[in-house]
Each structure stands twice: as structure tokens, then as C-alpha cells.
């Protein structure tokens, strides 16, 4: 962990912007305003057309210099709010952009943290991660421990971060410069949104990292139930490994890789389709027709096991905004994706 000295200069100079979407959150919005510190620019407090009316209370009751509200006319979620803010702080010039929730889960002391290691150059995007320290996840309720270990695990498949966890994690950090290379409107705007945005990120080529982290549980409550969402958040997964995979490994590059998932799945298929349309036709089976179903399954399967192996070792590992401040070319993402 970097020390507080370097922290401090790693934000100095530098226009640090945080977002926060405001939905049902009136109880809370007020103390997290309170904490986060002087490194900040400012601050985007995002009613999204909240019913407690929370940008008029903050408008109201808040002093911060820094605070500016942003009145979304329709709700558009956790994701779209989020967004709202990222395009406000981007338009104004910031470098660093950091998005907390209002609910006081998340630590506003962890921002200079998580700024650092973006001006730094260790990565384009930060998140945090609630599981590194098996201590302080001990306040989490179990079943919301479940499922998000369940959506980390096809979070991990759908965006190609296989290092990364924790995919709802709402503690995020951007560095500035990529919200113009992201398709913003192409971005889930609800509960997906961190797990798309990561999908995102993979896309162009960003460097995403993980920050430990704790967070606080009192008597705020989650609207989101990460064991019901599962089914829902599966088949978005499955969609975005689709994507990811076709872009990857045959549009814009095709591989030693891509060989072994074509060759993998069609071997796995052909002994499964075979092992199937056999059963029972011979009684008992002969050694030849147990083989011409079992080897092309083995076969395949190591296969795609060595395709895995790739993927996994495949993760971007250098700064995307560093790259293009040397690119002499005017970097252009593809948002048609």
C-alpha cells in the first residue's frame, strides 16, 4: 500500500472529481459529503428523479463549495446516474474521476487511495474489493457473500479480469481521459452497470485493478439482492463473453488460442453428440464406440482447458491512458461493440 506521503503527491495538482448517485439515500448523504477530504475538486451529487427530493436537501443543507447537483428528470438507475455525473466531471476537466454510493457503505478516506494508483500509472480503473481481508468481510450477511461470489465468478468469465473480485463493488476510479473512448450509451444503466462497465474496459484494452477495502453496514439498506440477481446477471454475462470472445480472439486478432476453442468445442461437441445418439445401440457397447465418444472429449477438453490458461494470461497489463499520451494517433475505441 502506498504511504501517506506519496498518496498526498500522487493527487496534488490534479483536478479529482467524485460522483454520487443519490436515489433513497437522504439519511446518509449528508455525513458522506462531510468526509471526503480537500484532495477533491468537486463533488456531483446525481438525483436521479430520487422521491425523498435528496438534491434540494443537499441544496438545502449542504455548504461545500464543491457540491454540485445534477436533477435527472427520469430514473435511470445506479448505472445511468453514475454516467450522468462522469460526462458533468468530464466536460469540466477533470483527471480523475471517483464514484462512491451515498449510503455510507463506502470509506470517503480510501479516495486518495485509489487516485494515486491511477496518476501513478499502475492503471486506468480501480475498484474496490471487499474480500481481501477475511476480518473485516465478517460483517457482510452471508448470502449477499454468496452471490457476490457467484457474479464474481461470471464476471470474471464475461470480461476477461479473471484477477479481479468483487464485480458490484460501487468504489470505483477512472482515469478521465478513457470516458471518451467508452461507449457510455452502450452501458448497462442499472445493476449491471460495474460488471458491463469492466466488459468495457476489457474491450478497449484498460488496465483494471483491485483495492482492499471494508465496508460499512448499519441500518442502510440494499436494493440490490445479489442471490436473486443471479439468474438475470448470468444471462448478461453469457452475452458479454459472447462478445468478448468473438471480438478477441477472431476479429481483432486470431491466435494459436482461437485454434484451441474452435478445435476444443467442436471435438467436446462431436463425442458428446456421438456418446448420445450411441447409447443403447450396442449392448454392451463395444471398446471402439466408448472410444470414438471418450477420446474426442478428452482431446477437447484439454483443449479448452489450454485455451483458459490463455485468457487468464491474457489480461491487459499496461496503462491504456499512458499508451495514448505517447500514441502520436489519436486513439479511437471500438464502440460498436
Known amino acids: ?149 457467484c457474479l464474481s465468478f461470471l464476471a470474471k468469465l464475461s470480461t476477461g479480469y479473471w484477477h479481479t473480485f468483487d464485480p458490484t463493488n460501487g468504489f470505483i476510479c477512472i482515469h478521465a481521459s478513457l470516458i471518451d473512448h467508452l461507449p457510455l450509451e452502450k452501458i448497462a444503466n442499472r445493476y449491471f452497470f460495474e460488471s458491463d462497465l469492466l466488459f468495457r474496459l476489457n474491450v478497449i484494452g484498460a488496465k483494471v485493478v483491485d483495492i482492499p477495502m471494508h465496508a460499512c453496514y448499519g441500518d442502510e439498506t440494499s436494493s440490490l439482492k445479489p442471490l436473486q440477481q443471479i439468474p438475470r446477471f448470468a444471462f448478461a454475462h453469457m452475452r458479454n463473453l459472447a462478445k468478448r470472445i468473438s471480438y478477441s480472439y477472431f476479429i481483432r486478432d486470431f491466435s494459436l488460442a482461437s485454434l484451441e476453442l474452435v478445435f476444443g468445442l467442436s471435438f467436446v461437441a462431436f463425442g458428446l453428440v456421438f456418446g448420445v445418439l450411441s447409447w443403447g445401440v450396442d449392448a454392451p457397447a463395444t471398446a471402439g464406440t466408448v472410444m470414438v465418444s471418450a477420446l474426442p472429449i478428452i482431446v477437447g477438453s484439454q483443449l479448452l482447458l489450454s485455451f483458459l490458461n490463455y485468457d487468464i494470461q491474457s489480461v491487459p497489463r499496461s496503462t491504456l491512458h499512458t499508451r495514448m499520451k505517447r500514441s502520436s494517433r489519436p486513439f479511437r475505441a471500438l464502440k460498436g461493440q
Not at 474496490?128 to 448470502?143: A, K, Q, V
Open 1 to 149: 500500500m502506498l504511504s501517506e506521503d506519496r498518496i498526498q503527491q500522487s493527487v496534488e495538482r490534479d483536478v479529482i472529481a467524485v460522483v454520487i448517485p443519490s436515489y433513497r439515500v437522504r439519511a446518509h448523504i449528508l455525513n458522506v459529503l462531510a468526509q471526503i477530504g480537500p484532495e477533491v475538486s468537486s463533488i456531483y451529487v446525481v438525483d436521479d428523479s430520487c422521491p425523498e427530493q435528496s438534491g434540494k436537501f443537499v441544496e438545502q443543507h449542504c455548504s461545500d463549495t464543491r457540491v454540485r447537483i445534477i436533477f435527472n428528470p427520469t430514473n435511470l438507475g445506479v448505472g445511468g446516474a453514475t454516467i450522468a455525473g462522469m460526462k458533468k466531471a468530464f466536460a469540466e476537466n477533470a483527471d480523475v474521476i471517483v464514484k462512491i454510493d451515498g449510503d455510507g457503505q463506502m470509506d470517503p478516506s480510501f479516495i486518495p487511495i485509489f487516485v494515486a494508483i491511477i496518476k501513478r500509472g499502475e492503471a486506468d480503473y480501480a475498484k474496490g474489493n471487499r474480500f481481501f481481508d477475511t476480518e473485516t468481510i465478517s460483517s457482510m450477511p452471508r448470502f449477499r457473500m454468496l452471490g457476490n461470489a
